[in-house]
């Protein structure tokens, strides 16, 4: 049994730790991002049934589209929630789950390891807000007897039969001999009852509720020779901990109690995987690929006498059967390292780099232009994976305007991953445009968080405030009412323009030019789902760039983006896999080769892969034309376009391994979708 930081609370993480039976999984808390490290680090997902919120807050509960859809894939049953009052309002704006849930009134729970209950905070009367009760948990774990020895049975003459039962179960036994077997020799080492806290004070209207709780001093006050409180895990935001009652409150407890502090002031170092595959890119080009910015841990200075931790992302606490930390899963710069080492001897590697340095040198004399700048944050279809995140693409049209394609749950942290803490608030800033193409999860659940953190920026800078524009679709614009209506009133801080309403130039264009001037923005229908839409952005004959959003190949787009200069298609499923392209309204690598050329794109480049492929997607050879593959954190420039089809051969150097392996149950795949696309459409004709 143990407990998992899932996320430790650092800029752009969620605070969620997960308490891990061997069967069954409880998470506190589920913000942006948590399903992505589970999978990442293959924590069973199916396993959590049970969901603890200690606050009304979106941050709180922002991760749950991702848990919920791999629930539902693998036909789990119904989740359990519990939390505060209105803690249901959650559903509300996820509404494609409503059928998956469960929401707990009593907030109690017991199973044959442990009770969960929680403690309730209210906020001082003058605290008007929506969300003025807080909660924090108590886990109980029971006493573990310890397992039955029956090597020790054997040699004591215990019979088979009734007398083991009993011996399990911690009683003393007498044996047709008369001899008396105590169950103490028999059985291994007991495991003792342990006692944790997850405690939550959201603001300072809390603060007086939460140190003089009665029930927190239960806990506090220390027995003599031992202390029931083991753990703490503080999810209070860093100027409460920081606050001088606080810190009075944590010094109540005994000096043996470990605490965990989980919010800002921490260092974000999750996602090995990401940190590593951008390693391996940028042995490719230092630019296109540049090296993530990585912080160092920063203790905050409480209380000497206390065990204090500020703990990395997927650090585990065994609890039982020996208490200890576990720091096998927890990211250490340089871990690709030897892996770095083999590829630079590899010849054939060295060779394609060769080549890619020798076109560059061959064009240094070219006038390079700064803008438009394309930063992909994600680029997996419906759900993100190791090294690739849901759908984003962050344009910077000039130094003082950015437009934001799409906007996936963990975009934030995606943009503070690639830029750093120090320089978020600046890019944040910039964003004067978020455009979302359709009504799917994983183009849309992190809006809410950039439009927080964007507001947050210009109060902490000091600049007055500028409105960003929201294109979106019907659905995602009655979502965003819904958001405002029940987390946080943002409606005044934005302007909502509604998608098809931008297909042909109107009043609606005069209006959005307030927001951002001297590009032509016209959007596309396109064809996936209700109200679905591409865009085309176009900056005088400069440049022009397409995007697809999710779609079929669609003549409407090809219109629109005639003699593009750069077009960014969707291209989900691999080529053998037509069926599954047609049955979902996704494009294959070779559509989106045909629809470049119908289009006379200069260049292409495809994103919005099938999260089956964690490195490189399945398509042809095109390396002879203008065709690139997207990765998260891959910037491009116009003058840098040329070089993505050189860059093809070296990631296939880079992800080898993966793609052998993946070719290996390719074919069984593709034939039973095949087969499947068939019986499917026999049946629809019927």
């Known amino acids: 049994m143990c407990v998992t930081i899932l996320g430790n609370g650092a800029l752009g993480q969620p605070r969620c730790i997960g308490l891990f039976t061997e069967f069954k999984g409880f998470l506190f808390n589920c913000g942006e991002g948590v399903g992505r490290l589970c999978k990442e680090y293959e924590v069973n997902i199916c396993h959590i049934r049970h969901v603890f919120i ?101 040699e004591l003459g215990v019979p088979v039969g009734p007398h083991l039962l009993k011996l399990k179960n911690g009683e003393d036994v007498t044996l047709s001999s008369g001899r008396t077997i105590s169950a103490a020799d028999v059985l291994d080492a007991t495991s003792p009852a342990v006692t944790i806290l997850i405690v939550d004070c959201p603001s300072e209207h809390f603060l007086d509720s939460f140190v003089n709780e009665e029930k927190f001093q239960t806990y ?88 204090i931790m500020h703990p990395p992302p997927m650090l585990q606490i065994h609890l039982r059967p020996v208490q200890k930390l576990n720091w096998d899963s927890v990211y250490k710069d340089g871990d690709a390292g030897n892996e770095l080492e083999v590829l630079t001897e590899l010849p054939d590697f060295n060779n394609v780099l060769n080549k890619i340095k020798s076109f560059i040198s061959s064009r240094t004399h070219t006038k390079l232009k700064m803008y438009p700048e394309v930063l992909f944050l994600g680029t997996s279809s419906a759900t993100s994976n190791a090294v690739r995140n849901v759908s984003a693409i962050l344009v910077n049209l000039n130094s003082n305007n950015s437009i934001l394609l799409d906007c996936g749950e963990g975009t934030f942290l995606q943009m503070v991953r690639y830029f750093g803490k120090p320089n978020i608030s600046s890019v944040l800033q910039r964003i004067s445009c978020i455009f979302i193409t359709h009504k799917h999860t994983d183009h849309y659940l992190g809006l809410f968080e950039i439009i927080k953190s964007r507001i947050e920026a210009f109060e902490n800078s000091g600049i007055p405030y500028r409105p960003v524009a929201l294109i979106v679709p019907p659905q995602v614009r009655d979502m965003l009412y819904r958001f405002f209506e029940i987390y946080e009133p943002l409606k005044p801080k934005v302007g909502i323009f509604i998608s098809k309403n931008l297909v042909f130039e109107n009043e609606n264009h005069r209006k959005l030019s307030n927001f951002i001037e001297d590009i032509k923005l016209l959007t596309v229908p396109v064809q996936h789902c209700n109200n679905a839409h591409g865009i085309v952005l176009q900056h005088g004959l400069d440049w022009k760039i397409v995007y697809s959003g999710d779609t079929v190949p669609c003549q409407k787009l090809i219109d629109a983006g005639k003699n593009c200069t750069l077009l960014i298609h969707e291209a989900s499923v691999e080529d053998n896999l037509i069926s599954e392209a047609i049955l979902k309204q996704h494009s294959t690598p070779s559509q989106v080769i045909e629809v470049a050329d119908k289009m006379n794109a200069q260049y292409t480049i495809m994103t919005h892969f099938s999260k089956r492929y964690l490195g490189v997607p399945m398509f042809k050879e095109c390396d002879h034309r203008n065709v690139g593959c997207a990765f998260d954190f891959m910037k491009v420039r116009l003058h840098e376009l040329p070089l993505l089809p050189l860059f ?38 019927n």
């Open 54 to 154: 200690t606050h009304n807050d979106w941050k709180n509960v922002s991760g749950l589209s991702d848990i919920l859809l791999q629930n539902d894939i693998f036909g789990v049953p119904k989740m359990t929630f519990y939390g505060p009052p209105g803690i249901e309002c959650f559903t509300h704006v996820l509404t494609s789950y409503r059928n998956n849930i469960i929401i707990r009134k009593k907030n109690y729970f017991e199973d044959e390891n442990m009770t969960i209950e929680h403690i309730l905070i209210k906020s001082s009367p003058s605290f008007k807000g929506h969300a003025n009760v807080s909660f924090s948990y108590v886990c109980k774990i029971f006493k573990k007897l310890g397992e039955l020895n029956l090597e020790k049975c054997v």
């Open 220 to 307: 506090q006050t220390p027995i003599e020779n031992t202390c029931e409180i083991t753990h703490v895990f503080h999810f209070s935001p860093d100027r409460i901990v920081k606050s001088k009652k606080y810190q009075a409150w944590i010094s109540k407890f005994h000096q043996n109690v470990h605490h965990y502090i989980l919010n800002s002031c921490n260092s974000s170092m999750s996602g090995a995987a990401i940190f590593q595959t951008q390693k391996l890119l940028h042995l490719i080009h230092p630019e296109v690929y540049r090296l993530l910015p990585q912080e160092k841990v920063e203790l905050l200075p409480l209380h000497t006498s206390s065990k």
């Open 648 to 685: 093809l051969p070296a990631v296939k150097y880079l992800f080898q391994e993966e793609i052998d392996s993946y070719l290996q149950k390719s074919s069984s795949i593709a034939s039973f979708e095949n087969i499947f696309l068939k019986t499917w459409r026999a049946v629809k004709s």
